[in-house]
């Protein structure tokens, strides 16, 4: 079984920063694009960050230059290091992930969320 586990939300102010953390385990036997989404309320889930197992990286507009995307694949682990946060970039961040189970193929795994605030 495969789980992703985020980590790192908070309270913050506007201006400030926070690193998000997802962190993959159980029978995997690799893992292809990781991604980070975020929710707010009343709004669809939207893209914010992605990356591939090759390093090769995307951002949604709004977050460019300000939001960096990682990855350890000695860890399975993807992160978001997120700077100067505007109230707007409040949401609850998921992490998917690409990933090749050992028992199954190829498929999507989700984390639960993390809820990020950030106050003006």
């Known amino acids: 079984q495969v789980q992703l586990v985020e980590s790192g939300g908070g309270l913050v102010q506007a201006g400030g920063s926070l690193r998000l953390s997802c962190a993959a385990s159980g029978s995997i036997s690799s893992i292809g694009t990781m991604t980070w989404y975020r929710q707010a309320p009343g709004k669809q889930r939207e893209l914010v960050a992605g990356i591939t197992s090759g390093g090769i990286t995307n951002y949604v507009d709004s977050v460019k230059g300000r939001f960096t995307i990682s990855r350890d694949n000695a860890k399975n682990t993807v992160y978001l290091q997120m700077n100067s946060l505007k109230p707007e970039d409040m949401a609850v961040y998921y992490c998917?992930?690409?990933?090749?189970?050992?028992?199954?193929?190829?498929?999507?795994?989700w984390g639960q969320g993390t809820q990020v605030t950030v106050s003006s």
């Open positions: 998917k992930a690409w990933i090749a189970a050992v028992t199954r193929g190829w498929r999507d795994y």
